[in-house]
């Protein structure tokens, strides 16, 4: 390297991982002889020279990494076997000689740094990896993994981060895991007869989506432009944001079970909705949700679907990414924050996604008890149709944005897939109102009862804020104004941005779609409450002071799982202030006045 060139032992790992194959060391080479600023002059023995200060230790956590990635050359082989009809010639292993011993060497992934001058310029063509490559006519006629002979002679410096290890090798994973399904899309969408009938029915934007959803799957969602600064500042404060308003939070938790209510509606809306299937399905999921607690069953239900399998690692997408995140920090805050958002995710493993995976592998083998691959299929659909989910396989179009467009998706996934389901509630209704006007509408009106308003009757009784049918007070909103409002509102809730302004209109929530509003709405609500505390006589309390600086630093650090401390605060508030009809579970839900008075 240059001379201020200074190697920590990280990048001294890294390095090392790149010197297991001829390929990786020669491009290792190459890529930093053609840095446009400040070249490195490396060659083979000055590389060696450095290596050697790894300890035994070090390199055989190289070679053990060398050896896991090893283990993936079968699928590979069997993949590029499948496509060209013969095995590739692979990456062959290098001999590093150390003071410790000798060490095989092995196949380690190419991780470019695509940050230096003269890199940037790059087509996304030259970056992508084999698989993201299937989206073009060029990529498909040379789909190769790079543990091949067939790797591409594009030269770049290496990037020696430590964190980028488990990406490189996902990436192959990605490939092994996703070829067969992309490659079989694009072959559907690129037939001639297929794509004029699919462009003629559902029309040309629609068949354009589907290609950018199979071309998004490839890349597993990372074809995109590198993010500015404030890009990367936006992202980093959406995953704050996800720490501050989910952590801990028990109405987040409860709130899970409410995906029952678009599953119920997803298997009678495919059994056929009336009375006796209405009672059929009720009672398998009751079925589900009993067996949801025994672990062979979950074992059985693990085993039998890979969608079931890693369901906790995606959830949702903003769940998904913060864990992740979380996952590679150490300490016990991070500990804590990561058991904080699987807990979410497990909640709706056990209440919803299980019960509901079962009734619908129930369903199919009631009426063809020989068939479990159809029942595992159709199980696994009704769990992603009804629930969503947060892969590249679940994200619509609106959701595969990246940074400050990605704020105004914020825990869209689930609405996202009711979205789904409400636009083919009124294409049905659309259809069947021509032929039964009054079956169609009180079907349509089932529907929405059970998709939207008992969900919004849930989320108001776990808050306490369900009114009762007739208020003594005029002013206050009797349950059935209440409900239909709040439907209204859930049916807006679906469509991104515009569900902002709606709710900041209908709710009594304080739901706030996007990391900007949360934060900016704490630093009025500060400020505010800062210059009435200072004014004498004002009876504005320490307590609202801190509360939203609890809000500012959450988002700024991630630290803090701010509305449900801050839920607490209140109630310990009333508790030392012995406040009129203070009750325990204010400390979990905040105490409010209005709903104390109501009290008993």
């Not at 071309?215 to 936006?234: H, V």
């Not at 903003?318 to 150490?330: A, F, M, N, P, S």
């Not at 659909?381 to 998706?409: P, W």
């Not at 807006?492 to 900041?504: K, S």
């Amino acid at each position: 390297g240059t001379p201020a060139t200074r190697l920590t032992r990280e990048n001294l790992i890294m390095l090392a991982l790149n010197t297991g194959n001829e390929s990786n060391l020669e491009k290792t080479i190459q890529g930093y002889a053609t840095k446009k600023a400040n070249p490195w002059n490396i060659n083979e023995a000055l590389i060696d020279e450095v290596l050697d200060q790894l300890s035994k230790e070090e390199w055989d956590l190289v070679q053990a990494i060398w050896d896991h990635a090893e283990q993936l050359w079968p699928e590979v082989e069997r993949i590029h076997r499948a496509e060209f009809g013969k095995s590739p010639d692979r990456v062959s292993k290098r001999t590093i000689k150390t003071r410790h011993g000798d060490y095989t060497g092995g196949y380690f992934p190419m991780l470019y740094d695509f940050d230096y001058a003269g890199v940037k310029g790059r087509t996304a063509a030259e970056k992508r990896t084999a698989l993201e490559e299937m989206q073009g006519r060029a990529g498909r006629a040379s789909v190769n993994s790079s543990m091949t002979k067939g790797r591409t002679t594009f030269n770049a410096p290496v990037n020696l981060q430590i964190t980028r290890l488990t990406g490189g090798l996902e990436t192959t994973i990605h490939y092994i895991t996703n070829y067969e399904a992309v490659r079989n899309a694009k072959k559907i969408l690129n037939d001639a007869e297929l794509r004029a009938e699919l462009e003629r029915k559902a029309g040309v934007k629609y068949a354009d989506l589907l290609d950018a959803w199979v071309g998004s799957i490839a890349s597993n969602n990372q074809d995109t432009a590198k993010l500015t600064g404030i890009e990367k500042l936006a992202e980093q404060a959406i995953r704050n944001t996800t720490v501050a308003a989910l952590g801990f939070s028990y109405t987040t938790l409860v709130a899970q079970t409410f995906g029952l209510t678009t599953a119920y509606d997803r298997l009678l809306t495919d059994s056929g909705y009336g009375p006796v299937n209405a009672a059929r399905m009720a009672g398998h999921l009751a079925t589900g949700l009993r067996k949801a607690a025994s672990s062979e069953h979950r074992a059985a239900v693990f085993k039998a679907s890979a969608e079931m399998r890693f369901r906790v690692e995606n959830t949702d997408r903003d769940l998904r990414e913060t864990i992740r995140v979380l996952k590679g920090k150490e300490g016990k805050i991070n500990r804590g924050l990561e058991f904080s958002m699987r807990s979410i995710a497990m909640m709706q493993l056990y209440s919803v996604d299980i019960p509901v995976w079962t009734a619908a592998y129930n369903y199919v083998l009631e009426q063809d008890p020989s068939n479990t691959k159809k029942a595992t299929a159709y199980a696994d659909r009704v769990v992603r149709m009804s629930q969503s989910g947060g892969g590249a396989k679940d994200l619509a179009a609106v959701q595969r944005s990246r940074g400050i467009i990605k704020a105004g998706t914020m825990f869209y996934s689930f609405f996202s897939a009711l979205y789904g389901i409400l636009r083919g509630l009124g294409r049905d209704f659309g259809q069947d109102v021509v032929k039964n006007p009054v079956k169609a509408s009180m079907k349509a009106a089932t529907r929405v009862f059970i998709l939207l308003t008992l969900q919004e009757m849930g989320s108001a009784l776990i808050r306490g804020k369900l009114p009762d049918w007739e208020p003594e007070d005029e002013e206050e909103k009797g349950m059935l104004s209440f409900l239909a409002q709040q439907t209204v509102g859930s049916a807006f809730a679906t469509i991104p941005l515009l569900r902002d302004i709606v709710n900041g209109i209908f709710s009594d929530f304080g739901y706030s779609g996007s990391p900007a509003g949360m934060f900016g709405e704490a630093v009025e609500k500060f400020v505010k409450n800062s210059t009435k505390k200072l004014e004498e006589g004002d009876e504005t309390t320490w307590v609202d002071v801190a509360k939203p600086l609890i809000t500012i630093g959450a988002v700024a650090t991630g630290k803090v799982p701010a509305v449900q401390v801050n839920r607490t605060l209140d109630g310990l508030e009333a508790w030392f202030n012995e406040e009129y009809k203070f009750e325990p579970i204010d400390l979990m839900r905040g105490y409010d006045p209005k709903i104390a008075e109501k009290r008993d």
